[in-house]
C-alpha cells in the first residue's frame, strides 16, 4: 500500500496495524517513496537465555575490565595552551 503523508494523518493506528499484519506500508512524499512502515522482529532469544546471556557479558566486564588508557577528559590537552585556550 502506498499512501501520502497527508493522507496518512489520522490514520497511523490503521497504518501500523496493516503492517503488523505483513502489509508493506510505503508513505510518499512529492509523488516520492519517503518512509517504510514494516514490524520490529522480535528477538530469536527466549527470555531466560537473553538474560543469562547480559549475566555473563556484565560477569566478563567485572573479570577483565577494558583499559581505555587516556583519561577522555584529558585526551585532548595538547590542543589547549596552560590557559585553556586553543593553541
Given amino acids: 500500500m502506498r499512501i501520502s503523508i497527508a493522507e496518512a494523518?489520522?490514520?497511523l493506528t490503521e497504518?501500523?496495524?496493516?503492517?503488523?499484519q505483513g502489509e508493506e506500508v510505503v508513505l510518499t512524499q512529492d509523488g516520492g517513496a519517503?518512509?517504510?512502515l514494516?514490524?520490529?522482529s522480535r528477538s530469536p532469544l527466549p527470555t531466560e537465555?537473553?538474560?543469562?546471556?547480559?549475566?555473563?557479558i556484565?560477569?566478563?566486564a567485572k573479570d577483565?575490565?577494558?583499559?581505555f588508557g587516556t583519561d577522555a577528559?584529558?585526551?585532548q590537552d595538547f590542543l589547549y595552551d596552560e590557559l585553556g585556550l586553543p593553541k
Avoid: M
Avoid at 64 to 67: A, E, F, M, R, S
Fill in 58 to 60: 556484565r560477569q566478563s
Fill in 34 to 36: 519517503s518512509v517504510r
Fill in 73 to 75: 577528559a584529558r585526551s
Fill in 38 to 40: 514494516e514490524p520490529i
Fill in 49 to 56: 537465555e537473553r538474560l543469562k546471556l547480559f549475566e555473563k
Fill in 64 to 67: 577483565d575490565p577494558p583499559d
Fill in 9 to 11: 494523518e489520522g490514520q
Fill in 15 to 20: 497504518l501500523v496495524k496493516l503492517a503488523t
